[in-house]
């Protein structure tokens, strides 16, 4: 009769505690992985929404002259102090409001992201018309800084963002 041989019991846990030690880096791998993949996916969707937002902005501003008259007066809807909306000729509004651009009422952005910062700057602050000097061409300079919001689990690093568009339009 052949004599069987086993693994002793020390044998049985060397091996136990090294498949675990592996099984633990491939795990921590794994998550690592995955938390990176969702981070990238978030901002390769934050920049698509940017993209998309500043396509429709830009595309109102190339097409419309800014409404000057609604940056000067007293209670004037718009204001250069105020740098949050931005004013142009037939009731075309943009605005920072809680966290979002509105757009005609609606917002730009889903609800995953959050604008902390949206500045919309006019050039020249007086309208080129009444200048009398049509060289000028209206300018918005238009800065946002974007981030996770608050309810988003998955946190990326904040967006800052600074474009200028020309206006096309001179009435």
């Known amino acids: ?3 069987l041989h086993g693994l002793s019991l020390v044998e049985l ?8 030690i592996i099984l633990a880096t491939v795990m921590t791998s794994y998550v690592s992985l995955e938390k990176s993949s969702r981070k990238i996916d978030l901002s390769r969707q934050l ?3 940017t993209n998309f937002a500043l396509i429709r902005i830009g595309d109102r501003i190339r097409n419309n002259s800014i409404d000057y008259s609604k940056y ?3 209670n004037a809807p718009c204001s250069l102090e105020n740098t949050e ?3 142009l000729k037939r009731g075309i509004q943009i605005e920072q409001y809680e966290g979002n651009l509105l757009f005609a009422g609606q917002p730009l952005f889903s ?3 959050h604008i902390q910062k949206a500045v919309f700057e006019v050039s020249p602050e007086e309208d080129p018309a009444n200048l009398g000097n049509d060289q ?14 608050e309810k988003n689990p998955i946190k990326i690093d904040p967006l800052l963002l600074r474009t200028t568009i020309s206006s096309r339009q001179y009435e």
């Open 111 to 113: 609800d995953i992201f």
């Open 47 to 49: 920049l698509r929404e």
């Open 1 to 3: 009769m052949k004599k």
């Open 136 to 149: 000028f061409q209206p300018k918005v300079q238009i800065l946002l800084k974007l981030e996770s919001a």
């Open 13 to 20: 846990l060397v091996a136990i505690t090294v498949a675990g």
């Open 72 to 74: 000067s007066g007293e």
């Open 85 to 87: 909306k931005l004013c």
